[in-house]
């Protein structure tokens, strides 16, 4: 249980991280290649779909084990 959490946290981490860059990207007014925005965009995607998937299992799990 506790390594499924890790794995959600640290993804959830990823994530802000990402989104938390692509923001600072557009603050400064910077311009980055298309190639560079796609994968910033995929990998935040990504990193949001396993903290949903790997939390949906954390709570089923806990969920199994507490009830």
Do not use: W
């Not at 959490?5 to 991280?17: G, V």
């Not at 994968?39 to 990193?47: A, C, H, I, M, Y």
Request: net charge negative.
């Amino acid at each position: 249980m506790a390594e499924l959490k890790d794995i959600t946290d640290t993804n959830a981490t990823l994530a802000n991280d990402l989104k938390f860059f692509q923001e600072q990207i557009d603050a400064a007014g910077l311009t980055v290649p298309k190639s560079v925005q796609e994968l910033l965009n995929e990998s935040q995607k990504k990193s949001s779909d396993r903290v949903k998937m790997f939390g949906e299992v954390y709570s089923q799990e806990k969920e199994r084990i507490y009830h």
